[in-house]
């Protein structure tokens, strides 16, 4: 695998989530990666659907803002996604993001109710953030729970092959030294999504 798009939805490039960013996209390059970053709430686009835009995608017509975002994405093999967890979810401007980019007739059809994957062959990675420690978000259920209906209703849905989920919890209070830890993490799974075939 060669060409990795990323999907960034934090608002703040400064974050530590940012610095996640940083490393993962070095590492990416320091192994000869194409990579295509894609800072969500940087870019010149509504994340709302609204109605005309809905029914034209049933239609398989969108705006040239989405066709652009679409070309990325059959660019890529792999897309990253990397977030911290707002109110047990991406930030609102990344679901928005994927209301949008992730279209009908464009990443799923339907026949009937039966969903039809297009993204077959595409890999989608996880790497996401939590101010809970991560024993109290793996003990409460939560971390399985979210990581399911993620690969279920996104993945899954998509036909995207979905590679293991990095989580890293209580990034608020950990020291600096935990977090090059944790950074240390990000570029040993970069380094597997390298090797991958």
Same mark, same amino acid.
């Given at each position: 695998?060669?060409?990795?798009? #990323?999907? /960034?939805?934090? =608002?703040?490039?400064?974050?530590?989530?940012? &610095?996640?960013?940083?490393?993962?996209? +070095?590492?990416?390059?320091?192994?000869?990666?194409?990579?295509?970053?894609r800072?969500?709430?940087?870019?010149?686009?509504?994340?709302?659907?609204?109605?005309?835009?809905y029914?034209?995608?049933?239609e398989?017509?969108?705006?040239e803002?989405?066709?652009n975002?679409?070309?990325?994405?059959?660019?890529?093999?792999? #897309?990253? /996604?990397i977030? =911290?967890?707002?109110?047990?979810?991406?930030p &609102?401007?990344?679901?928005?993001?994927? +209301?949008?980019?992730?279209?009908?007739?464009?990443?799923?059809?339907?026949d009937?109710?039966?969903?039809?994957?297009?993204?077959?062959?595409k890999?989608?990675?996880?790497?996401?953030?939590?101010?809970?420690?991560?024993?109290?978000?793996?003990?409460?259920?939560?971390?399985?729970?979210?990581?399911?209906?993620?690969?279920?209703?996104?993945?899954?849905f998509?036909?995207?092959?979905c590679?293991?989920?990095?989580?890293?919890g209580?990034?608020i209070?950990?020291?600096?030294?935990?977090?090059?830890?944790?950074?240390?993490?990000?570029?040993?799974?970069?380094?597997?999504h390298t090797?991958?075939?």
């Amino acid at each position: 695998m060669n060409r990795f798009l #990323i999907w /960034f939805m934090h =608002p703040d490039r400064q974050s530590f989530n940012g &610095a996640i960013l940083d490393t993962y996209a +070095d590492e990416l390059k320091k192994q000869g990666k194409e990579i295509d970053i894609r800072t969500i709430a940087d870019l010149d686009m509504s994340p709302h659907l609204y109605r005309e835009e809905y029914k034209a995608s049933i239609e398989g017509k969108y705006p040239e803002v989405i066709k652009n975002e679409h070309d990325k994405m059959k660019w890529a093999e792999v #897309i990253t /996604f990397i977030f =911290p967890l707002w109110w047990g979810s991406f930030p &609102a401007v990344g679901k928005g993001f994927l +209301d949008r980019v992730l279209s009908y007739g464009f990443a799923y059809e339907l026949d009937g109710e039966t969903p039809v994957p297009r993204m077959n062959g595409k890999k989608a990675a996880v790497i996401y953030t939590t101010g809970t420690p991560n024993k109290e978000f793996i003990e409460k259920g939560s971390k399985q729970r979210i990581e399911e209906t993620w690969k279920e209703e996104i993945f899954d849905f998509c036909g995207f092959d979905c590679l293991p989920f990095l989580h890293f919890g209580d990034v608020i209070q950990a020291s600096d030294t935990k977090r090059q830890q944790m950074l240390e993490k990000v570029r040993k799974y970069a380094r597997k999504h390298t090797d991958m075939r």
